[in-house]
């Protein structure tokens, strides 16, 4: 039977099985926001896909992968699934639909809202002129252990 996925639904779900973070990305100015949901097994891969179809029908992406039950340091019996939605436009659709029914983690939420809010992109002629310089100095390519010419 596939479940029926609402905004209060996704609420409850965040409350008990998500985590919402800001991360800093060196090659970003500003950091980058995920919201991540969990899941293990099949069941619970059915879940997060009847979720993921959800939002693609609200006009958010996100992401499907899973860590196999061998890989990593923890030995699991079976595999944990991940959604993922990724960056400041999605969760800026995202976060206003669940936010009056998520009860444990309101607050994140709200700070996390709040702040995109508050912090424009910063899309500046300063942040392309230097990214267009990382490029062409191969800087990007030093960061993720390649060799440049």
């Known amino acids: 039977m596939k479940p029926m996925i609402t905004w209060p639904y996704l609420a409850g779900f965040f409350d008990g099985e998500g985590s919402l973070g800001t991360y800093n990305n060196n090659s970003r100015a500003g950091g980058n926001s995920t ?14 896909v009847a979720i993921k179809a959800f939002l693609g029908e609200h006009g958010i992406p996100s992401y499907l992968s899973d860590r196999k039950a061998s890989d990593g ?21 995202l976060l206003p639909a669940i936010r009056p029914y998520v009860i444990v983690k309101k607050q994140i939420v709200e700070d996390t809202y709040r702040f995109w809010i508050l912090n424009p992109p910063a899309n500046g002629f300063y942040f392309r002129s230097l990214n267009a310089e990382r490029k062409r100095t191969g800087w990007y390519g030093r960061r993720s252990g390649q060799k440049t010419a």
């Open 73 to 93: 340091p923890i030995m699991t019996r079976q595999a944990l699934w991940y959604l993922r939605v990724v960056g400041r436009k999605n969760l800026l659709k």
């Open 35 to 48: 919201l991540t949901l969990c899941q293990s097994g099949e069941r619970g891969r059915e879940v997060l």
